[in-house]
Each structure stands twice: as structure tokens, then as C-alpha cells.
């Protein structure tokens, strides 16, 4: 691992202070302003038909070498790396698991929006659900809210706001971007990967409801039994992270070479993408210490 890589797990998302502060705060402030209902609605139209541009996978990951995300205060790098880097901590987390290395090489490939003239605060960064008041743990919370319109709608600015109580995630309209364009353009293209994959994608930034608990009027059982998968998802994800990708370019079982010459178990990810057509485990057992933070999330209403 090269020293300047080796950065510490727990100095990971710091959104107070470091060198690219400025450059997140001001994409969140955006974010925060100008996401609305009648934004995201529209978003849904708009890139609901996917007739933007056909690609593959591989050509998308590429097309992620032109994109640094400014909401990320941990990545200054392109994000074809990080694809890399996920696949290859949820390899080391779970050897056997093919389908969920696959997740970690495409939960971000939704951020092609930005190359295709979206502007990043619609593309990348945590999400939280619009329609109600956005919870303490939503990044920045206190200061970039205060000229998104929907804050001064009645029906909009409680807790509840437009939702019944546990009404499940799957009828929360999320904030625009990368997460759900991503699932979305997946079940368009019926994706054989199984219901947590798709799951996993759809939310995997939303971390102020996995990682900080909040936002669980909104959950019901379906969402607290994927959690569990959504942070294991997340434990590969800053492991990934974690290794940096070295001077040479990301290397591991699944990385880059050097320069942009592919690694050599990229053939791995091929072989698997037929493999993911046939049976597949679902709903695996997590070991039961997994499965207790998840519990410690159930709706106190229930
Ligand atoms: O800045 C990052 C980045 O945009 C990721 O792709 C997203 O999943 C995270 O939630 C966010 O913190
Ligand atoms: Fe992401």
C-alpha cells in the first residue's frame, strides 16, 4: 500500500475540515437548494425512457475516467478507480459472493449523468428523501437548506411530510442523482442480479438513514431486512478505500494495470456476468452481529 493511500478508515468523510472542503460544501449547497419534488419528478421523466446512449458496463467504467466527484472529500482521483477499488473490498470481505464484487464495480456508474451535461449536484453526493424535512445526520444540514423552496410548503416541511409512516423507501422519492438512475436503468435492462443487488445500488447514499439511523418513519420490513446488506456493502466500499491505488494504478485481483492496460482478472468479471444468470442465493444469513445493528434501527413505532 503506498503511505499517502494508507489514509486511515476513520478520517474518511470528514465534512468539516481538509483540502477539498470547499469544493463539497459548495456542490452540496446546490444540491440542497434546488432538490425538490418537482425536481426529482422531472428528473424521472426526463431519463425514464434510457434512450440517452446504448454502452456497456466496461465502456461506462471508462467513461468514469473523465469524472471526479465534488461532492467526495476522500477522492480526488477519477471514479473508474474507485469502481475498482469497491469490487476489490467486497472481494476480500466476500470471496464467494461474485454478484456483490459486481455491485461494488457498478453502484457509481450512474455518475455517467455528469459526462452527459448533468450538473454534479444532480449526479453525485449523499441523498435524502425530498417531500419532508430533511433529519439532523443529512450532511451540511444546517446551512444549505435554507432557499429550497419546498421548506416553505406546509405538506413538505414536517417529519412526515408527504409520506404515510413507514411507507417503505421503494415510495420515497429520493433526491436526484447517481443511486437511483442507476437501479433504474438496471431493472430497465433486467439486470440477473438479485433483489439485494438492485437494492444495495439504490441506496447506498443514503447515509443518513444506514449509517446514522435516521429517517425511520419512512422504513418498513422490507428496508430493515436489506439493511444489513446495504452496510456490509459499505464495509467493502471504505475497505476498498482504504487501500488506495497506488502509484501504478489500482492493482488487486479485479484492478486496473498500469496506466489504463486492464488487470489481469478483469476476464473474471466477464466470466461472471453470464454466471449471474442462474440460480443465486438470496436472502443469505448475515452473521447475527450484522443482523443486531440492523435491529437496533427497528421503527420504535412497531
Ligand atoms: O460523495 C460521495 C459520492 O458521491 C458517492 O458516490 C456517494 O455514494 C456518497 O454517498 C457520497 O458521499
Ligand atoms: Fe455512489
Known sequence: MEPEAAKDKDSFRNYTSGPLLDRVFATYKLMHTWQTVDFVRRKHAQFGGFSYKRMTVMEAVDMLDGLVDESDPDVDFPNSFHAFQTAEGIRKAHPD??????????????????????????????????GCRPQASVVFRDCTFQDNPDLQDPLYSTELGMYQPHCGLENVLMSWGHDEYMYRMMKFNKFALPPEAFYIIR???????????????????????????????????????????????????????????????????????????QVRPLHQELQPARRGRAEALLPRAR
Open 97 to 130: 459472493k461474485d454478484w456483490f464484487h459486481l455491485v461494488g464495480l457498478l453502484h457509481d456508474l450512474g455518475k455517467v449523468l455528469a459526462l452527459a451535461g448533468e450538473p454534479q449536484w444532480a449526479v453525485v453526493g449523499d441523498t435524502f428523501p425530498v
Open 203 to 277: 441506496f447506498h447514499s443514503f447515509y443518513p438513514w444506514h449509517k446514522f439511523g435516521d429517517y425511520q418513519q419512512l422504513c418498513n420490513e422490507q428496508d430493515l431486512a436489506m439493511l444489513p446488506w446495504v452496510q456490509e456493502f459499505k464495509y467493502g466500499h471504505s475497505h476498498g478505500r482504504a487501500w488506495g491505488r497506488g502509484s501504478g494504478g489500482f492493482t488487486g485481483q479485479y484492478g486496473h494495470g498500469h496506466g489504463h492496460a486492464w488487470g489481469g482478472r478483469l476476464g473474471g468479471f466477464m466470466a461472471a456476468i453470464p454466471v449471474l444468470q
